[in-house]
T-cell receptor, first 115, second 112 residues
Framework: DSGVTQTPKHLITATGQRVTLRCSPR?????VYWYQQSLDQGLQFLIQ???????AKGNILERFSAQQFPDLHSELNLSSLELGDSALYFC??????????????FGPGTRLTVL | AQRVTQPEKLLSVFKGAPVELKCNYS??????LFWYVQYSRQRLQLLLR??SRESIKGFTADLNKGETSFHLKKPFAQEEDSAMYYC??????????????FGKGTKLTVNP
C-alpha cells in the first residue's frame, strides 16, 4: 500500500455542477500531483503542488483549480462540469519537488461520472 | 512536442514466452524514461526507470536514442505479469518545470 488516499472513490454528478476531490499524500511527502485519465486521452498531468505552492502546471482547464493545504493534503476543484470531464482522477505524491529520481506514488483514484 | 507512443493497446503471450512492450518517444531534450505498471485492482506503480539500469521482476528496458525507443522486455513471461503497462517520459511544462508524460498503455495478458 503506497499510503496515498483519495476520497471519494466514486462521484456521480450532473453537468454544470461543481465537485471537490481530495487527496492525502504519503506521510513525509511534500509534493502532490493530479492526473486525469480518460479513455481517449490516456493519463494526463494536470498540476503539481510542492509544500503548499504550485510547482508545475500541465493540461489543466481554467474550470479546474487545486490547492495544497498546510497539512499537505490537496483538493482538486472541478466546476461547470461537462460530460467530457467524466474520467478517473489520480493523485500521486513524492518526497521531493519532482524530477526523474523523485518517485511518484499513486492513489487509487476517484472515478467521476458527469451525467 | 513531448509525446509517448505505445503502439499496442493489447498484447497477449503464453507463459514462458518472451515479451516485449513497445514504447517510442518524441522529445527534443535528453529523455528520462520510466515504465509504470498497474496490476488488477492495484494502484499504478513505478516498475523501472532507465537511469537506474535495473532489472525489476525480470523486466529490463534499454533506452535507444537513435530509434527513440524504450521497449520493455522480459525473456520468460509469467502469469503474474498480466497487467496494464505505461511508458512515461519526464518532460518539461511550458513553465519550465518537470512533468510526467504518459503513453496510453498496453494491456499485457499472459496465458497459461
Amino acid at each position: 500500500d503506497s499510503g496515498v488516499t483519495q476520497t471519494p472513490k466514486h462521484l456521480i454528478t450532473a453537468t454544470g455542477q461543481r465537485v471537490t476531490l481530495r487527496c492525502s499524500p504519503r506521510s513525509g511527502d511534500l509534493s502532490v500531483y493530479w492526473y486525469q485519465q480518460s479513455l481517449d486521452q490516456g493519463l494526463q498531468f494536470l498540476i503539481q503542488y510542492y509544500n503548499g505552492e504550485e510547482r508545475a502546471k500541465g493540461n489543466i482547464l481554467e474550470r479546474f483549480s487545486a490547492q495544497q493545504f498546510p497539512d499537505l493534503h490537496s483538493e482538486l476543484n472541478l466546476s461547470s462540469l461537462e460530460l467530457g470531464d467524466s474520467a478517473l482522477y489520480f493523485c500521486a505524491s513524492s518526497v521531493g519537488a519532482g524530477g526523474s529520481t523523485d518517485t511518484q506514488y499513486f492513489g487509487p483514484g476517484t472515478r467521476l461520472t458527469v451525467l | 512536442a513531448q509525446r509517448v507512443t505505445q503502439p499496442e493497446k493489447l498484447l497477449s503471450v503464453f507463459k514462458g514466452a518472451p515479451v516485449e512492450l513497445k514504447c517510442n518517444y518524441s522529445y527534443s531534450g535528453s529523455p528520462e524514461l520510466f515504465w509504470y505498471v498497474q496490476y488488477s485492482r492495484q494502484r499504478l506503480q513505478l516498475l523501472l526507470r532507465h537511469i537506474s539500469r535495473e532489472s525489476i521482476k525480470g523486466f529490463t528496458a534499454d533506452l535507444n536514442k537513435g530509434e527513440t525507443s524504450f521497449h520493455l522486455k522480459k525473456p520468460f513471461a509469467q502469469e503474474e505479469d498480466s497487467a496494464m503497462y505505461y511508458c512515461a517520459l519526464s518532460g518539461i511544462t511550458q513553465g519550465g518545470s518537470e512533468k510526467l508524460v504518459f503513453g496510453k498503455g498496453t494491456k499485457l495478458t499472459v496465458n497459461p
